[in-house]
Structures are given as C-alpha cells and as structure tokens.
C-alpha cells in the first residue's frame, strides 16, 4: 500500500497542470454548494424569525370558521372572551396578546383617490410587545407607537409611500363591523385616522401592505366592545412547536367554546412559505447534483486520460507481476488524491465565502423592491448560515466521488492485453 500510495503521489505531481485545473473544478463546485446552502438557510433563518417577530407570532388560537375562512378575515367568527384565555394561560406561564385581524381599503383623506385593500390589525399597545417586536420598526423620525384608545394609526413605511401618506396626516379606512360570532354579517364603517407612525421593520410584508389600530378603539367601532379575533400566544425560542401547541391546547380546554377553537404554530400559520422552503431545498440538492456531475466529468477525463497516456506504463508493471488490484488502487488512490486536494480548497472557499455572508450579508434591498413578494421575510440584506453539516458532507463527498468514478478508467486500463500495451508509441 505504501508503493501505491506513492505513486499516485508521483502520478499527482507528475500531470501538475491536470490535477490543478481538475481539482479547481472541484473545489469552484463544493464551494459554490457550501455558499448557496448558506445564503438560502440564512434567508430561511432570518424569515422564520420575522415571521414570528412581525407577523404570526409563535402561536395563535382563533375560531375555527375564522382560520377556515381566513383569506377572508371576516371579524364576525371572534373570540368572545380572550380575556379568559389569556387568564388561563397565564396560569401556565404563557405570555400572550390579543388581536383583531381584518381586511381593510385605506385611502388618503386630504387626496380622496386611490383606495388600497391591506391587511390591518387592532393590537394592544400595553401588550403586544410580549410576543411581537413591532414597535422595533419605528425610530423617532419616523413616528411613535400608538396610544390606548386614540383614532390613530402606523403604517409601513413602503405602503405609506405608494399611498403619499406622511406623519400626522389622515387617513379613511373602510373594513365591515362583526356581526356576531355565527358570522352574521356587519356593516361598513369608515374610520378616519391620523397617521402617528411609519414602520420599517425586517419584514417586507409589514412595510409594503400592513396598518395597526388601537386595540380598544377598533373593539369600540367594530367589535361592540367585546371580543378579539385572535389571542397570540408566546414561548420560548427554539421549543418545539408541535409539543407547545398540545400544552397550550390542554391549557385552555376547560374554557367555553374551546371545542370551536383552532390552535396553530407559525408552522402551519405560515404553510406557504414551509413550501417555499422545501422548495429551495430541493434547489440546493439540485445545486449537489451538478456538482457530482462536475467531479464525475472531471475525474473521469482526467483518469481517462492519464490511461491514454500510460499504457505502455501499465503494460509494463502487469509484465513484472504487479496485479490488476493494485493498478486499480492506484489509480483509485491518484483521483482521490486530486478529490482530496479539490475538496479542501473547496472547502476553505466555501467557509471564507459563508463568513462574508454570515458577517455583512448582500444587499437585494433595490432588487426586491422591483420585484415585490419573492416569498422570503426579508427586507433585503440576506446574510447567511453556518451549515457545518453541509460542510463536512461537501467535503467527504468530494473525496468519495472523486475516488468512486476512477473505476470506470481503471477497469479499462487492466483489460487492455499486455502485449498491446507494450507495442503502444
């Protein structure tokens, strides 16, 4: 083993210009994958996060037509005491929020042109930081955070400027009264309020199309005082979800009406986006795909090649008693060799290239705002992700591929007769 691992060494060093141009291939290949798999499991990190932070929140209970009917978000399906729940959970060391979420047409009161249907939300102001980060969104020149029971409003900022609205203007928003909890339908009313903050937050979804009321204000005008379409419930950062949402269940089952209730993590809150996700790991395993197909190609030429060239090397070491087997190992040994030099430079690249994204990250700001809704919850800047998994795999894989594909070239070699080979010029 010693003989044939040096001269698959000497092999190595004897075709410099080869094995460097193959295991470059190599290495572009593994460190592409590294820095792709980081940027779109950074990209689904930093989503998963503003999700939570800005827009579902960890946990929600609403009722059951509610959730059935959600695109809709008809306040008529509410919760008639969410007080009573959040009591309960209380009691089990949840923190929560309520909300009212529903459908909306704003339009720019001074203007009176150009009404746009977005997604609101009343949210307490006492409350609402304990699960969400909304008021992070709002610096001092950009407003301030609403007030119990004033007829104000924040927007995001994009949407704001789509619509020409600035601070302290006023604004018309148009949303249906609930009926009452059997979805007896309401009846339109107009709120006019004034505009006291503008939010940017990490989410884009937030700046481009979402506006916040008070909570108490919006249960006066639409609500008749009572009830909340949603209570979010909050829990500890990285738990498992499927296991808090049983305990949350189990929490509130003593309540009445609980049986009419839904009780959902963001998992299933943000379904859409799950699917995204998937979907960009499919991409990234097609990314793994050609980069087999590029050591594969590589390491094949290379091999083939170097049989091409050492048939009357081969010819002679069959002639002097050296066995099949070990002309097979060394050539599986020479395209490891150059797997192993490919995969290290590979990986180096790829950590180097995954420290610049984790650290500052590229800046799709201008791109996505072109673009519109591309599905992640990101405002732009996508950092990335350490994947030391993905980077260990690379970098094996590499290795074992490169080793792996010699075996076509080598097999060949050892079938060629040993008086033709003697006779090659």
């Known amino acids: 083993m010693k003989f044939l691992i040096s001269l698959a060494w000497k092999n190595l060093s004897r075709y410099r210009r080869r094995t460097i141009i193959t295991a470059v291939a190599i290495a572009i290949g593994i460190a592409l994958y590294i820095w ?27 009722q059951k037509k509610y959730w059935e009917e959600k695109d809709y978000m008809l306040i008529s399906y509410y919760l008639e005491d969410p007080a009573a729940i959040q009591a309960e959970l209380k009691k089990e060391g949840y923190e929560s929020t309520q909300r009212i979420s529903f459908l909306g047409n704003i339009m720019n009161l001074e203007q009176q042109e150009g009404s746009f249907q977005i997604k609101m939300a009343a949210i307490d102001a006492k409350t609402d930081g ?13 407003g301030r955070f609403l007030e119990s029971g004033e007829p104000e409003i924040i927007i995001g900022k994009d949407l704001a400027e789509d619509l020409d609205i600035k601070l302290d203007d006023w604004v018309l928003v148009t949303t249906k009264t609930a009926g009452d909890v059997y979805g007896e339908a309401g009846s339109w009313d107009d709120l006019e ?10 989410n884009p979804l937030i700046n481009k199309g979402m506006a916040f009321i008070p909570l108490d204000y919006a249960k006066q005008r639409l609500m008749r005082g009572q009830g909340a379409t949603d209570v979010i419930v909050n829990f500890p950062a990285g738990a498992d979800s499927g ?50 197909i590029i050591a594969v190609i590589g390491i094949s030429n290379t091999m083939l090649m170097a049989v091409f060239e050492r048939v009357k090397e081969i010819g002679m070491m069959r002639a002097m008693g050296m066995k099949d087997r070990a002309i097979v190992w060394a050539f599986f040994l020479e395209a490891t ?21 984790v650290i500052w990250g590229l800046d799709f700001s201008g791109m996505i705002q072109g673009m519109g809704n591309i599905g992640y919850r990101t405002a732009g800047v996508f950092k990335g992700w350490w994947n030391f998994d ?28 040993i008086t033709e080979c003697l006779r090659d010029k």
């Open 36 to 62: 792709i798999d980081a940027l779109l499991l950074g990209a689904e990190m930093e989503t998963v996060r503003n999700l939570i932070y800005f827009e579902t929140g960890p946990a929600r209970i609403m």
């Open 130 to 142: 304990v699960v969400f980060k909304l008021e992070d969104g709002i610096v001092p020149e950009n």
């Open 193 to 202: 309020l004034k505009v006291v903050g503008l939010l940017s937050t990490p």
């Open 243 to 292: 296991s808090e949402v049983e305990k949350i269940k189990a929490a509130i089952a003593g309540l009445p009406g609980a049986g009419d209730w839904e009780v959902l993590d963001y998992k299933e809150l943000a379904r859409e986006f799950i699917m995204l996700a998937s979907t960009k790991s499919g991409g990234s395993k097609i990314i793994l795909f050609l980069f087999f």
């Open 337 to 357: 060799g150059i797997g192993f030099v490919g995969s290290l430079v590979g990986l180096v690249l790829g950590i180097l290239l995954t420290a610049y994204m």
């Open 390 to 417: 993905t980077m260990l795999s690379a970098f094996f894989m590499g290795i074992i591929i490169s080793g792996l594909v010699s075996f076509i070239p080598a097999l060949r070699a050892v079938r060629m007769q």
